[in-house]
């Protein structure tokens, strides 16, 4: 399992379930409460999944409720298995990496 942060005000590359499993805890543990819900689903063929994300929730030392719009999941699987998760900060930037049209679009391709 290998997970990908692409600009976020923290990027950075996590390889293995024990550095994914770190990495993602220590983000929890600055939440009160978080969510992130889908918008769109696309599949891009070569067993990858595309998902337009946004997300929010409440900072745990603040009790600030904090939104974000406009994230993209790549899910890479292999024999149904999740094999590397890149999480794009910018909407734009990850459609323009894939090569793709903007959410509602035309002419996306893999």
Do not use: C
Not at 4 to 20: A, R
Not at 25 to 44: N, V
Not at 54 to 67: K, L, N, P, V, Y
Request: aromatic fraction near 10%; glycine fraction near 16%.
């Amino acid at each position: 399992m290998e997970f990908v942060l692409v600009g976020s005000p923290e990027p950075g590359t996590w390889k293995g379930l024990n550095e994914v499993e770190s990495f993602v805890r220590g983000y929890m543990s600055a939440w009160e409460e978080h969510r992130t819900e889908a918008d769109e689903y696309r599949e891009l063929g070569d067993e990858r999944v595309l998902v337009l994300t946004h997300a929010g929730g409440r900072g745990q030392a603040s009790g600030m409720e904090i939104g974000h719009q406009g994230g993209v999941h790549l899910f890479e699987i292999d024999q149904g298995k999740v094999m590397r998760l890149v999480f794009y900060w910018d909407r734009e930037r990850a459609l323009a990496d894939l090569g793709l049209a903007p959410e509602g679009g035309a002419g996306d391709s893999p």
